[in-house]
């Protein structure tokens, strides 16, 4: 088990969750001068070391994989989906295992326990307040992207206040690949399906968020990169500071 500072400069490992909370929140307050209150930086802390322990998939990427199929989280998909995120999906990043996808609905809130998160967004799949695609290769879940209406995401509210309404879109706001997967496509599939089912879903435009820069690393492409929107006929719908609106039509 173990858990790194966010600043990135101190990482600490043990077998107590409590132990590595104390450790972490000793660094920060010691280091850094950070604005987070105590509480919030220990469930921080605690959210991280669990996830060190729970996302226990393969980090390694597979030097090429098989055909990719895709298919709408419906009720009998979410134990797949919880594969994903509960094990493979931040086996390489626990910081951000306690995610689940719900904060494109929320926006920035503070931390939350992660079995809360967990238990919120599978209530939402059932409902279908969330919608989304889980890509497989050879059976296995392998990548998620959360293809839901825009009036559904707090993240993105107030966003190109002159354009379509919000109810009327479909925003692809996350894609979520296994590392084994990554550069492989499976971003590309997952998109090329919410498109082709925009119609269906009652939507009139698809919509992305891809950033404005990235630094390389695979966490920073969560949105998906501008180019495979580009790819698709998607063009620019409103500038932000730190990404692109991009729309096309059903």
Request: proline share 8%; aromatic share 10%.
């Amino acid at each position: 088990m173990w858990v790194e500072c966010f600043e990135e400069d101190a990482r600490f490992e043990g077998d107590e969750v409590e132990s590595l909370v104390g450790q972490l929140l000793a660094h920060v307050r010691d280091t850094h001068d950070s604005p987070y209150p105590d509480d919030e930086i220990r469930l921080w802390a605690r959210n991280f070391a669990e996830a060190s322990v729970r996302e226990d998939g393969p980090v390694g990427r597979l030097p090429s994989i098989g055909p990719i199929e895709v298919h709408p989280v419906t009720e009998d998909r979410i134990d797949d989906w919880l594969q994903l995120f509960d094990r493979d999906a931040f086996a390489d990043n626990p910081d951000w295992g306690s995610c689940y996808c719900l904060h494109p609905h929320t926006g920035d809130v503070p931390e939350r326990p992660w079995r809360d998160v967990r238990a919120e967004m599978i209530e939402r799949l059932r409902s279908r307040a969330t919608v989304g695609y889980l890509a497989y290769v050879d059976g296995r879940p392998a990548g998620w992207v959360n293809a839901s209406r825009r009036s559904t995401y707090a993240k993105y509210d107030g966003i190109d206040p002159s354009g379509p309404p919000p109810e009327a879109i479909v925003g692809v706001s996350c894609f979520v690949i296994a590392p084994p997967y990554r550069r492989h496509g499976v971003s590309s599939a997952l998109l090329d399906r919410v498109v082709a089912d925009g119609a269906a879903l009652g939507a009139r435009y698809v919509e992305g968020y891809p950033k404005r820069s990235a630094d390389g690393r695979d966490a920073e492409a969560f949105c998906g990169p501008r180019s495979m929107f580009d790819a698709r006929a998607f063009v620019p719908a409103e500038e932000h500071e730190r990404y692109t609106v991009v729309r096309r039509p059903v």
